[in-house]
């Protein structure tokens, strides 16, 4: 079964072909990076405009590196929860046409069952349940994966997102959007040890976590620092910020598994390309036994192979729509 895929619920325009949701035949991006490093973040208007420009062509690409035509299409998946309203609208709207124009099902897919899904690529022995820690920048979640199609959020932030907190982090020191790159490798030759950092927790919610606190711990830091007139040591900050940020989310999933005793962790979401979270949820597999699932850099971030991918499982469980479908700014997980 060969699903077009489509992805816009931030600034990643990505269409892909994914066939029976684990063989990928084609995925293309079309990243607007550069265009909100300026302002620091994403701006939704111009993410929204951009999507529009980009879809079509990006499309008709993803049909050719795929070696297929309109005709070999079997079904059209789209995101269309949670993500920035107008951006999601576009890929929904774009999806709509395309599904009627073809004649084929339009299937639904929540972003973060996307995100999840990736390791299904990578992975082909993967199979639910497993715990999987969902994380990016807009969403931390730790998921319970009971199937492909029936999820339970078991533990969420209050506030921000992991992914946001780096960000914001990063454009603290200085270092450039989005934050996770750069501080990784800053704090590659850094002292994780040399700056105190909190680490939340929340009263009768020990699945639950809080960012907010760390992200003003750091801009306290630095305009404390200021003015002193004494200098920071970025390396050594990245890396302090970096264990902080592993410590609040590794011993939450690791319990959140243990709690459900299936053996099997995945994680998912751009924060999972994250090195020093990678090699600290390694070595506590190592310990409790679990069999640790790591999607690839290239699948970490937003793509239209995840959501492709998804969509088979949806499409299985009969989970198709017709032009009634609308795009939503938040949706849980569990709802699909």
Known sequence: ?????????????AVAVVADGRKVLSDVIASQVDMHTIYGGVVPEIASRKHVEAITGLADRALTDAGLTKRDIDAVAVSYAPGLIGAVLVGVNFAKSVAMA?????????????????????????EPPFTCLCASGGNTLIVDVRAYTDMEVMGATRDDAAGECFDKAARVLGIGYPGGGPMDRLAKDGNDKRYTLPRSHVDGCPLDMSFSGLKTAVLNLLHNAEQKGEPLNGPDLAASFQAAISDILVPRVMEAARMKGYGKIAIAGGVSANSRIRCDLEKACKISGDKLFLPPLSLCGDNGAMIGSQGYYEFLAGNTVGSTLNAYATRDVGRG
């Open 1 to 13: 079964m060969n699903i077009l895929a489509f992805e816009s619920t931030c600034d990643e325009t």
């Open 102 to 126: 073809l004649r084929v099902p339009l299937i639904p897919v929540h972003h973060i069952r996307g995100h999840i899904a990736a390791n299904y690529i990578a992975h082909l022995d993967l």
